[in-house]
C-alpha cells in the first residue's frame, strides 16, 4: 500500500517536489525535499519499488540489476536506467511515498 506524501499547505512547499538528489556513499541514492525532509533509498530497495511491479516480484536480484547505470532528474520524476538494461521512472509522489525512514513509518 502507498501512503500519501505529506499534506501540502497552502503558501508552504511541495512536499513531493525534490530539492536535491545526490548519491549517498556507495549504495545509495539521496533526496532532499523542498520541505527539509531527507530520505535515503538503498540501490537495492529502489529497483524493488520499482513502478513496473515485476521488479518487486523477483526472487532474486543480480548484481547488476540493483546497480544503476544511469540516473537522470526529471520534472516529472527520477528515471533510472540499471546495468541490466531494465528502465524505471519514479514519480516524485510516489517515490517520496515509498521512504522508509523513522519518521515516515513511525519508528523510533
Known sequence: MTRAPGLRILG?????????VH???????GVDWADGHGSIFPFERLRRDCPCGACGTLETLAPAG?????IT???TGLAVTWADGHASLYPWAELRAVCRCAGCTGGH
Open 23 to 29: 548519491l549517498v556513499g556507495r549504495y545509495a541514492l
Open 66 to 70: 540493483a546497480w544503476p547505470q544511469a
Open 12 to 20: 508552504q512547499p511541495d512536499p513531493a517536489s525534490p530539492k536535491d
Open 73 to 75: 532528474r526529471t520534472d
